[in-house]
């Protein structure tokens, strides 16, 4: 979004949470209670004893059964019990004790399930989802597309896989006692053009012309292909007592509440004033994006850049 612009103008009232909550058929339905059946009547047995004949003819055939099987178990060592092959399918991995030195976990290994470290195991990748760089040298496809979304509130949505990591940054900023405000998250290339174009003819009148107008305009706003809101990765945060996006906003609560922080969460403050020379974007802060808790620590910890860890 432009510079000096208030985020009042174009978005909503600050939520309660970020998540899109169920309909409230779905968490308030009431209980139907079912009739209990009638419990089956008892049927009285005549009391009898079996034939002598027959009791001496299954003793008979329990014994030779338990004579054969006894003679399997014993052929052998290459046939193995029901017990033993279950636990080969699924074997116990090799125990490691943990940190405390407290008692181990046992973990099931399923044959053929590769083993994951994780969504932040491995070595950073621009191959990553996460860590897709997105600017004017490197823009999105025209075909992109998020693979699912989370719908926040207010028309706001964020990649899926992002979604539970900006909540809890929004709750624990929350929790502080502030009042974080989401103004912009996903845009559709259509609105991407349509703030750029409106950015264009705001610095006509100084520039004189179109192309220097544009050069102009692409410092504050990205072209479309180019910003990261399109990516689903990055929102715009604001504290609800100062919704204007000026370097004023990093003198605000959230703010400083925010840079200090949001790393935890694998968020980073992708535009720092003293980076512009190497993002080609105007210094924002507020404008954060997710790049997992990894790549987040050592950014945010080192003073650097997305393009600067990337070795772009």
């Known amino acids: 979004m432009s510079r000096f612009h208030s985020c009042t103008v174009h978005e909503f009232p600050v939520p309660d949470r970020e998540y899109y909550a169920a309909a409230p058929a ?27 004949p027959l009791l001496a003819l299954l003793g008979l055939m329990l014994f030779a059964g338990g004579f054969l099987l006894g003679r ?10 029901p017990a033993a092959a279950l636990s080969q399918q699924f074997a116990p991995l090799p125990e490691e004790p943990e940190d405390g ?8 290994g399923v044959p053929g399930a590769a083993a994951s470290g994780g969504e ?4 950073a990748s621009k191959e990553d989802w996460n860590l897709i760089l997105v600017n004017g040298d490197h823009p999105l496809p025209e075909n992109f597309q998020v693979p699912a979304f989370t719908q926040l509130v207010n028309g706001h949505s964020i990649d899926k896989r992002a979604y539970p990591a900006l909540q809890r940054m929004m709750d624990d900023c929350r929790a502080a006692g502030l009042e974080p405000t989401i103004c912009s998250s996903y845009r559709m290339w259509e609105k991407q053009e349509e703030l750029f174009e409106r950015k264009v003819q705001s610095c006509l009148s100084q520039a004189g012309s179109r192309e220097a107008a544009e050069e102009q305009a692409a410092v504050w706003v990205a072209r479309p292909g180019t910003s990261e809101h399109q990516a689903g990765l990055a929102v715009d945060i604001v504290d609800k007592s100062y919704q204007l996006l000026d370097e004023g906003q990093e003198k605000t609560a959230v703010q400083r509440w925010l840079m200090e922080h949001c790393a935890e969460y694998g968020f980073i403050l992708r535009y720092p004033t003293e980076k512009s020379a190497l993002t080609g974007v105007g210094y924002e802060p507020w404008h954060y994006r997710y790049v997992g808790e990894e790549a987040a620590g050592e950014i945010m910890s080192r003073g650097l850049c997305l393009e600067e860890y990337l070795g772009d």
């Open 26 to 52: 779905q968490w308030d339905r009431p209980v139907v209670s079912r009739p209990r059946r009638p419990a089956p009547s008892r049927v009285r047995r005549r009391s009898g004893r079996a034939p002598l």
């Open 72 to 81: 399997a178990g014993a052929v052998g060592d290459g046939l193995s019990s």
């Open 101 to 108: 030195g407290g008692q181990s976990v046992r973990i099931l």
């Open 120 to 123: 932040e195991g491995g070595a």
